[in-house]
């Protein structure tokens, strides 16, 4: 496994306490700066030897690039990710508010807290680590796939075509009866402004893939995934399932899996690589 940290962040002896570091003591890690300085350490010395190669930029425009974010790419332009919070919102848990049980008790609660969403999403501005994907996709064209976690629609606004909202969009609503998404903004904040269905007068959902609900393009994520030479996870906790086991489908077939993120996720140990940061910096230096 490689970790990557930004220069002028590097402090690689800090990392020989981590748990990673101490469960793995049979495989040998790479602690590397983005600049100048590479730091390749031996478990079996417990030494860390100072090497010089550099991360060369654009390694990932030669490749089928298959491209997973998570929330935590959207947290860097100001919204909310709500299992970081406490997984509250108005004092209501989230899956009080995101399940198909929370619609069908209170619909009215339910389009309150997506009315929020839509407004905060709205508001949002994408990042540079949106507009470095969409800078990646113009250069790989059809190979590069992109498939989101996230409902809001800042890999669009960043620039991004080719993007797969895996759990739904905030901005599409779909008949209850009909089961057919269309485009909306609206905002429904009380019982007497929810929305119904044109055609057969039905209630209007989110279309959203709540908890308990199946992830939305499976097969379309599989048969990518199948095609790409790198997978490059951004931003996720590795905690949601089935996104979170991507990483090990790629590591049967053989592909490069890279990640990207502040913190790292909890199936950190599936990775080739680990870039620690935020997107928005150590995106644009790697493509």
């Given at each position: 496994m490689h970790y990557w940290c930004p220069e002028g962040d590097l402090n690689p002896h800090d990392l020989l306490g981590s748990a990673d570091f101490?469960?793995?003591?049979?495989?040998?890690?790479?602690?590397?700066?983005?600049?100048?300085?590479?730091?390749?350490?031996?478990?079996a010395t417990a030494i860390i030897y100072l090497c010089t190669s550099p991360l060369l930029p654009g390694s990932l425009q030669a490749t089928v690039s298959f491209v997973l974010t998570g929330a935590g790419?959207?947290?860097?332009?100001?919204?909310?990710t709500f299992r970081g919070?406490?997984?509250?919102?108005?004092?209501?848990?989230?899956?009080?508010?995101?399940?198909?049980?929370?619609?069908?008790?209170?619909?009215?609660?339910?389009?309150?807290?997506?009315?929020?969403r839509r407004r905060d999403?709205?508001?949002?501005?994408?990042n540079a680590a949106h507009r470095a994907l969409a800078a990646i996709e113009h250069s790989l064209a059809d190979?590069?796939?992109?498939?989101?976690?996230?409902?809001?629609?800042?890999?669009?606004?960043?620039?991004s075509i080719r993007v797969h909202h895996m759990h739904g969009s905030l901005f599409h609503s779909r008949c209850v009866a009909c089961d057919l998404p269309?485009?909306?903004?609206?905002?429904?904040?009380?019982?007497?402004?929810?929305?119904?269905?044109?055609?057969?007068?039905?209630p209007v959902r989110?279309?959203?893939?709540?908890?308990?609900?199946?992830?939305?393009?499976?097969d379309e994520?599989?048969?990518?995934?199948?095609?790409?030479?790198?997978?490059?996870?951004?931003?996720?906790?590795?905690?949601?399932?089935?996104?979170?086991?991507?990483?090990?489908?790629?590591?049967?077939?053989?592909?490069?899996t890279l990640y990207v993120g502040p913190e790292e996720p909890l199936n950190a140990s599936a990775f080739d690589e680990i870039f620690l940061g935020p997107a928005t910096e150590v995106l644009p230096k790697v493509v």
């Open positions: 101490k469960s793995a003591v049979s495989a040998d890690f790479t602690i590397r700066a983005f600049s100048h300085h590479i730091f390749q350490f031996h478990p790419i959207s947290a860097e332009s100001g919204l909310a919070s406490g997984g509250l919102w108005n004092g209501h848990r989230v899956d009080q508010v995101a399940t198909p049980e929370a619609w069908e008790a209170d619909p009215a609660l339910v389009w309150r807290f997506y009315s929020m999403a709205m508001a949002a501005e994408p190979n590069f796939y992109l498939f989101t976690q996230n409902v809001d629609d800042l890999h669009e606004r960043g620039g269309f485009p909306d903004q609206g905002f429904y904040e009380d019982a007497d402004s929810l929305p119904r269905c044109a055609l057969c007068g039905s989110p279309h959203i893939v709540w908890f308990g609900e199946i992830t939305l393009d499976m994520i599989y048969r990518q995934l199948d095609r790409a030479t790198v997978l490059l996870v951004v931003g996720t906790s590795g905690s949601v399932y089935p996104a979170a086991g991507l990483v090990n489908i790629a590591n049967r077939r053989g592909i490069r």
